[in-house]
């Protein structure tokens, strides 16, 4: 099971922290990834993270305002969001992956949450 939370309604420029807490699944050895829908759009692969926490990868859209972070201790995996702009509101889930290293493809994670909503008014 997937838990996210820490969404919400804030203003341009803000800032919010997403949390996903792992349980029931071995955490410390998958990729973990963030995506998110807008209304009336497909799924959109934001950000993913190595098991090990040492690599990361970006969608160009979010690069230098976006952080994820991982603590295996904690089986939880962060998402710090920066100057968030209206174009960042979507429905954002946290997936766990398929194997050690993370994939920008949804097809490449096995379970997901249900979703936090972040909405960024102008």
């Known amino acids: 099971q997937l838990a996210e939370s820490g969404g919400g309604l804030v203003q341009t420029g803000d800032s919010l922290r997403l949390t996903c807490v792992v349980s029931g699944h071995t955490f410390s050895n998958k990729a973990m990834g963030w995506f998110r829908q807008a209304p009336g759009k497909e799924r959109e692969f934001v950000t993913a993270?190595?098991?090990?926490?040492?690599?990361?990868y970006y969608v160009d859209s979010v690069k230098g305002r976006f952080t994820i972070s991982r603590d295996n201790a904690k089986n939880t995996v962060y998402l710090q969001m920066n100057s968030l702009k209206p174009e960042d509101t979507a429905v954002y889930y946290c997936?766990?992956?398929?194997?050690?290293?993370?994939?920008?493809?949804?097809?490449?994670?096995?379970?997901w949450g249900q979703g936090t909503q972040v909405t960024v008014s102008s």
């Open positions: 993270i190595a098991w090990n926490g040492r690599s990361t």
């Open positions: 997936a766990a992956g398929a194997t050690p290293w993370y994939a920008t493809d949804p097809t490449g994670y096995e379970y």
